[in-house]
């Protein structure tokens, strides 16, 4: 059983996850609002919301495979400067690739 002025909060998107909200008998508004947020955060919907917004499209194939050509003529290219001594072979761990963390 509800009191006659029931206040109601939905939030709807598109994947049609609704979150509602009933104002009890002697309750804040502010304290309304902070559960309706808290049942939005638990919902995940605003997480959704921001994966769907920043979401990157997968790269074709030909984009995959034209990358990877690219990579492998430079690498070819530099095998190559270095037996002509143009370029010096680096040795050791690379930076930011692996090995302890620096404190």
């Known amino acids: 059983m509800h009191i006659a002025g029931v206040a109601r909060l939905c ?3 598109p994947a049609m996850i609704n979150v509602e909200v009933q104002k009890d008998e002697g309750e804040s508004t502010l304290n309304l609002i902070r559960r309706f947020s808290r049942r939005v955060t638990g919902a995940g919907i605003i997480q959704g919301m921001r ?23 430079r690498r070819e290219e530099v095998k190559e400067l270095i037996k002509l001594g143009k370029m010096v072979e680096q040795t050791g761990p690379r930076k930011g690739k692996g090995g302890p963390k620096k404190k």
């Open 11 to 13: 939030y709807y998107f």
């Open 51 to 73: 994966g769907r917004r920043y979401r990157t499209r997968a790269q074709s194939a030909l984009v995959r495979r034209k990358h990877t050509l690219k990579s492998i003529a």
